[in-house]
């Protein structure tokens, strides 16, 4: 009986693993390779500030609505033109 315990908690451990390492590898290579097709610039700054100030964040809270702020005060860090990040109705 323990044993299929712990098999199950095995499992779960894998699939939670795979599901870790699949976001990881969608935020850290295939994210990144496709701004740089765009921007033909290394998007690696940009990425990992991004991933500090709103992923971690976003990962915590679980909510859009927390994380609006951030993304907020982010995009202004950043200088983008208040245009392209805040809805015309605000």
Known sequence: ????????????????????????????????????????????????????DSGITAFFTRSSAANIPVNMRLCEDLGLDKNTYSSPFL
């Open 1 to 52: 009986m323990i044993s299929m315990g712990l098999r199950t908690l095995l499992g779960y451990g894998q699939l939670l693993t795979l599901l870790l390492g699949c976001m990881v590898f969608v935020a850290l290579v295939i994210n990144p390779l496709i701004v740089f097709l765009n921007i033909r610039k290394n998007p690696y700054p940009l990425v990992l500030k991004c991933l500090k």
